[in-house]
């Protein structure tokens, strides 16, 4: 028989220990070493002993699916006084056979008395302390992502030793200012118990049945149905932080439980019947009802407790002045300071407390990325929550190495799979086991794709304000359009559409990892505005201005030309008047744009067209500025994009034949009475409409170099405020 569990209640029913060469007596001594070694062991991890006993006597089938519960302290169901267990050598053989006892029978265990003293007299073998260890590639996706200025939060349901240790293994860190429990204060219990007599009173249904030992008279409760003792066989992992400070009892069964009567050895107590009203199954009712030998025996039921019920008399809490209770969060945020918005570790976690400290985050600005188990249905609500969640499935529980954890049924979806399908059915991301996928490339390819979204949305938004500009402000200008109706149709859904797409494919920044991400300001102010305005506005408005300048001397020569050729009329600004005697045949004042919309509508077509193939060429100079938004030009060319490149050819292309059509194939305007002219550009225009472009890319490079700088402030100060966790508490 091999018997494993907490180790006061294994030593109890040993009487040898195994020291490598031989058995040998258990002397107090020993087992004040085995509590201690056991005490210590389990703040931090989970720590379980073992023992063994030959035997040679079946249990029958009637008693093969029951169990036997024992009390906290069940060292008297064991040996009738407390002082005889200096006399454990009265126990103690030398021989194998010896081991045996008087057992050496062939009859099967029938009755509850067997079924107990068959796991009397074990030899105690050893202990085992097991912690969780982290993979290698989280710890490693960890260190990247605090370089990428991406706080990775560990929630963990365990307490606070635990939860440091394991989180020290990931590499988070874990000194002051680091974890904050999220678990309330409890009543405050009786100082001289460890535990309160509300927390560790159980109450049993009626059909309790007790067991009581002949030679001592001393009875222990016992419970037939092995089903229903689910809640009892919970692992300390499964069983952490329930409501109460301890683990439940099954006082929340609602299933009756049978009970096993046998000759003159089982006795059916209603709770009435106990001296006082008392439960016979509870521990510590009264503060006076344990002995100082008794208080770390306790330990048993605490073993996955939180710090503020643990059995040893120090101080396990984060010394720093941070909230405890999610209730607090809030207050503290905003009375004290933001120390709980930069922390790594929380502990004492249910899924409602986790949701609420995502909300709380969400609140103030952070944008919450949740990676949980597939396989918990609790962790639903949690992935609604955040902005963004990937499931995980998990390393489910493996009972025999041999064999895998379950088995797949043939021709349809498992009841596991299943499950897991819609646990994660809120989630970006479902991740199977065996799926080779690096979390850490997601990230960096979301960002990139976000970064180069971003940077096309602007240029496509910027573009649309500056056309819409140089058609108001040609107005202003006493000017007429710059476009017509068919050129800003070009403009808005070839030529705007076209190179904003382009910009999207640009390749991935190497550093893009690196750069910390800012968050956006909750209050627009005047500084910011002026900010957003040398950005952009500063970007395209020389280019508005030099358009209209050249549009407005295009217009002028062709006036000058007019005139030549009528030797009739003169210039107004940019508008054809009438010069000298005329009749009313020649009366330009009552024609469209004083001609120019009827008579010389053939040169304002003309310089419509040259205006927008300038519009163009800005549109691809500007551009250039927005495909390495944190690098300038002679860092990085704009080669790189090959789509990019590509799609200026194409729109190039695209234009002259646009414009070549226009203009040749139709004849626009008739002159009138008027001897129509022929147009032409003359060397200086040609050289303002060559220079203009390259002038608007070399102001926006220096714009760009100049929020590049601009931004690297910023990237310094994000990551100061990104490792800063003094609060107003701290002690520097």
Not at 3 to 22: E, F, H, M, P
Not at 156 to 177: A, D, H, I, P, T
Not at 377 to 398: G, K, R, T, W
Request: with cysteine.
């Amino acid at each position: 028989m091999l018997t494993q569990g907490t180790a006061d209640i294994v030593l109890d029913s040993c009487v040898d220990y195994w020291n490598g060469k031989d058995l040998t007596p258990i002397s107090p001594s020993d087992r004040k070493k085995i509590i201690d070694f056991y005490q210590r062991n389990s703040l931090t991890a989970y720590c379980t002993a073992f023992a063994y006993k030959p035997i040679t006597r079946n249990i029958s089938p009637s008693l093969a699916q029951t169990y036997l519960e024992l009390p906290a302290d069940s060292r008297q169901l064991y040996a009738p006084h407390s002082q005889l267990w200096a006399d454990a050598p009265a126990l103690h053989f030398h021989s194998t056979d010896s081991l045996l006892f008087n057992e050496v029978t062939d009859d099967d265990v029938t009755d509850v008395d067997g079924y107990f003293d068959l796991q009397c007299n074990q030899v105690f073998i050893g202990m085992v302390t097991m912690q969780y260890q982290a993979q290698s590639d989280m710890v490693e996706l960890i260190e990247r992502l605090e370089r990428a200025c991406i706080r990775f939060v560990h929630f963990s349901k365990e307490n606070e030793l635990r939860s440091r240790v394991f989180s020290e293994k990931m590499g988070l860190e874990s000194g002051w200012n680091c974890h904050i429990s999220l678990m309330s204060q409890p009543p405050q219990s009786k100082p001289s118990s460890p535990l309160s007599s509300q927390t560790l009173s159980r109450e049993r249904p009626n059909t309790a049945t007790q067991l009581t030992r002949p030679d001592t008279g001393d009875a222990f409760p016992y419970s037939g149905n092995i089903t229903s003792s689910k809640a009892l066989s919970m692992s300390a992992p499964g069983a952490i932080n329930l409501e109460q400070g301890t683990v439940k009892f099954d006082n929340e069964i609602k299933k009756n439980r049978h009970s096993i009567t046998t000759q003159n050895t089982l006795k059916h107590l209603e709770r009435n019947s106990i001296p006082g009203g008392r439960s016979t199954d509870s521990v510590l009712e009264d503060e006076g009802t344990e002995s100082p030998g008794d208080a770390c025996r306790s330990l048993s039921c605490l073993t996955d407790s939180t710090d503020h019920s643990a059995p040893l008399h120090f101080d396990m809490s984060n010394r720093a002045k941070l909230p405890r209770g999610i209730e607090n969060i809030r207050p503290h945020i905003e009375q004290v300071d933001n120390v709980p918005l930069l922390v790594s570790l929380f502990t004492d976690c249910t899924p409602r407390s986790v949701q609420r400290m995502i909300q709380i985050m969400q609140d103030y600005g952070e944008v919450v990325c949740v990676m949980g188990s597939a396989a918990n249905c609790l962790n639903m609500e949690i992935f609604m929550q955040a902005d963004a969640s990937v499931a995980v499935e998990p390393l489910y529980p493996v009972l025999c190495q041999k064999l895998p954890p379950y088995r797949l049924p043939q021709g349809c979806i498992g009841p596991i799979d299943l499950a897991r399908a819609l646990n994660s059915l809120p989630c970006s991301l479902s991740m199977a086991r065996e799926t080779d996928v690096s979390l850490f490339t997601l990230i960096t390819m979301s960002r990139h794709f976000t970064a180069c979204l971003w940077n096309c949305t602007q240029f496509w938004i910027c573009s649309a304000c500056f056309i819409s500009l140089l058609q108001v402000f040609s107005l202003y200008a006493f000017l007429p359009l710059v476009l017509n109706t068919g050129g800003a149709m070009w403009c808005s859904a070839a030529s705007v559409p076209l190179l904003a797409t382009s910009l999207a494919f640009t390749p991935a920044d190497r550093h893009v990892m690196q750069r910390a991400a800012t968050r956006p300001p909750l209050e627009f102010t005047a500084k910011m505005a002026l900010f957003v305005f040398w950005c952009y506005a500063c970007k395209f408005l020389p280019s508005v201005i030099s358009i209209l300048v050249l549009y407005g001397f295009t217009l002028r020569s062709f006036c000058e030309q007019i005139s030549v050729a009528t030797n009739s009329t003169g210039c107004w600004l940019v508008y054809p008047i009438n010069t000298g005697n005329y009749s009313i045949d020649h009366d330009l004042t009552l024609h469209s744009w004083h001609g120019w919309g009827d008579l010389f509508y053939e040169g304002f077509y003309l310089a419509q067209h040259i205006t927008l193939a300038l519009v163009t060429l800005h549109l691809i100079a500007i551009s250039i500025s927005f495909i390495h938004r944190h690098s300038s030009l002679w860092r990085r060319g704009f080669w790189a994009n090959k789509v990019w490149c590509v799609a200026v050819v194409v729109l190039v292309i695209l234009q002259s034949i646009f414009s070549g059509t226009m203009l040749s194939n139709q004849s626009y305007g008739s002159c009138g009475a008027w001897p129509c002219p022929e147009y032409h550009l003359e060397w200086p225009l040609l050289v303002g409409y060559a220079v203009s472009p390259i002038l608007a890319l070399i102001l926006n490079e220096l714009i760009k170099y100049q929020e590049i700088e601009v931004d690297e402030r910023n990237q310094r100060r994000a990551r100061l405020d990104f490792g800063t966790k003094l609060g107003m508490n701290s002690p520097f």
